[in-house]
């Protein structure tokens, strides 16, 4: 029996075309609230991020936040209980290389981020929303040093992957898409935040979905009891995934909850 259910927020939650939740999507989430159903937000965003999703996002009373691929966890009043920021060890040999590579960067802490260098990826996403004011000034990542930090955003092609990684031990890639990879703790990830939030629920793995349409969705996925794929999804989620629904502009989380039986016909 499903108890809980995480989502994923950018292309699962939330279209990436509307950038706005559904009227639909809402509807069904409530209801499974009054069905007594815990739901969650499991997303590579920081907590900085949450008020920019919109009114609809954050109205809605969410039982809890896995945020920054499952480094920073938070309750349903959005306080921290659990965090893993990243090892000065790590820091120590990453920052040394960051100084000297030419392509951006994000670094995200708990409620701030900043670029080592100019990202014109980040600022046209910005600007598309009528943003881009807000594109900060490049900062030296040295700065991770004496501030607590949870993931490196590099904006790398997949095949860079490797080679970040090998300039920064005890990290591993959680790549969301082809513009980015995030890099998080050896030892994290979504399914580790995940387990921080069941235990404080007292929920079981046999009572987990999830859904996501990512590349760092597929531990989650392959994770919960139920993993479900986004239709524009990329392939190797789906190939992870038990079920393959809709697309998140046709409602696709609704689909699911139909099928699998949760929301009545």
């Not at 000065?88 to 701030?112: G, S």
Request: proline share 7%; hydrophobic share 35%.
């Amino acid at each position: 029996m499903i108890k809980a259910i995480f989502f994923d927020i950018d292309g699962t939650l939330i279209p990436m075309t509307t950038r706005k939740m559904s009227e639909r999507l809402l509807e069904a989430l409530y209801m499974l609230r009054i069905q007594g159903i815990k739901l969650f937000i499991s997303s590579g965003r920081p907590p900085v991020q949450l008020p920019h999703l919109g009114a609809e996002f954050n109205a809605f009373p969410w039982d809890g936040y896995v945020m920054m691929n499952g480094q920073y966890c938070l309750d349903e009043n959005r306080q921290c209980f659990y965090d893993l920021p990243i090892g000065k060890e790590t820091l120590e040999v990453l920052i040394p290389y960051l100084q000297q590579a030419d392509f951006p960067c994000t670094v995200t802490e708990a409620d701030h981020d900043y670029e080592i260098r100019f990202n014109p990826k980040r600022y046209a996403y910005l600007k598309s929303v009528g943003r881009e004011k807000e594109f900060p000034e490049p900062v030296d990542p040295i700065r991770a040093l004496t501030h607590p930090t949870y993931q490196f955003s590099a904006y790398i092609p997949e095949e860079q992957d490797e080679e970040f990684v090998r300039h920064a031990p005890g990290l591993k890639s959680a790549r969301w898409s082809p513009d980015f990879a995030d890099m998080i703790p050896e030892n994290g990830g979504k399914p580790e935040g995940m387990k921080k939030m069941m235990e404080r629920f007292g929920l079981k793995q046999e009572e987990i979905m999830a859904f996501g349409d990512g590349g760092n969705d597929i531990s989650m996925i392959e994770y919960a009891h139920i993993g479900v794929a986004m239709g524009n999804g990329r392939d190797n989620v789906k190939q992870a995934a038990d079920y393959v629904t809709l697309d998140s502009e046709e409602d696709g989380i609704v689909h699911a909850l139909h099928h699998f039986g949760l929301l009545p016909e």
